[in-house]
């Protein structure tokens, strides 16, 4: 009984560990759409054209939605079933922080008795919140009928962005991944 008490733990902390993915995913979908008709896709440019990033960044968006969708058994084609379009957001997010040691919190840091001035002791000192920024990025993929040119299928994945080159091209195909992951809708993983 005491060995199942020490990996109960260990358990729990493994199952929150990988169960945190750095992309959170949603889908929706129109449940009328019989999504074993649709074999082939194009990319839809005026839908691509409209996306507000820059052209190194939705190329390499679109490499990794095209080497998802051939993964799974599509074909590129002139006369598609399915359009494939994208758009995305960003926002920034700001985080403050009051750091409750050192200065700028109750204990040391003040002068005299209760931070009177009258020498060191226990009081309030000099507040100094840091600051820190991160860019959240939002992906939309929109899967298009392209007969009916009505959304069947749209995928979004949002997760924090980063300016470094090597690591940049491994999180688009990681956010790419992350949300074909869900397409056909009903499919288990």
């Known amino acids: 009984m005491k060995q199942v008490l020490k990996i109960v733990p260990f ?3 493994l199952i929150i560990v990988t ?3 750095s992309i959170k995913v949603a889908t929706d979908y129109d449940k009328q759409a019989n999504f074993t008709n649709y074999k082939t896709f194009a990319f839809y440019k005026t839908g691509i054209d409209k996306a507000e990033i820059n052209d190194l960044d939705k190329r ?3 490499r990794a939605i095209e080497a998802e969708l051939l993964a799974k058994g599509f074909t590129k084609s002139e006369n598609p079933d399915l359009l494939v379009s994208l758009f995305t957001k960003s926002s920034q997010r700001v985080d403050v922080y009051n750091n409750a040691w050192g200065y700028g919190a109750w204990g040391w840091g003040g002068w005299g008795p209760y931070g009177a001035g009258f020498g060191p002791g ?3 000192g000099w ?3 840091s600051v820190s920024t991160s860019t959240e990025g939002v992906l939309y993929i929109d899967l298009i009928d392209a007969s009916k ?3 069947v299928w749209q995928g979004m994945g949002t997760g924090y962005l980063t300016q470094n080159m090597e ?3 491994a999180l688009i195909k990681e956010f790419v991944a992350e949300i074909l992951a869900e397409y056909p809708p009903g499919q288990k993983k």
């Open 60 to 62: 390499r968006i679109l």
């Open 149 to 151: 040119k009505e959304l």
């Open 19 to 21: 169960s945190c993915s």
């Open 122 to 124: 226990w009081g309030w």
């Open 167 to 169: 690591k940049k091209e």
């Open 11 to 13: 358990l729990a902390l």
């Open 127 to 129: 507040n100094q919140p």
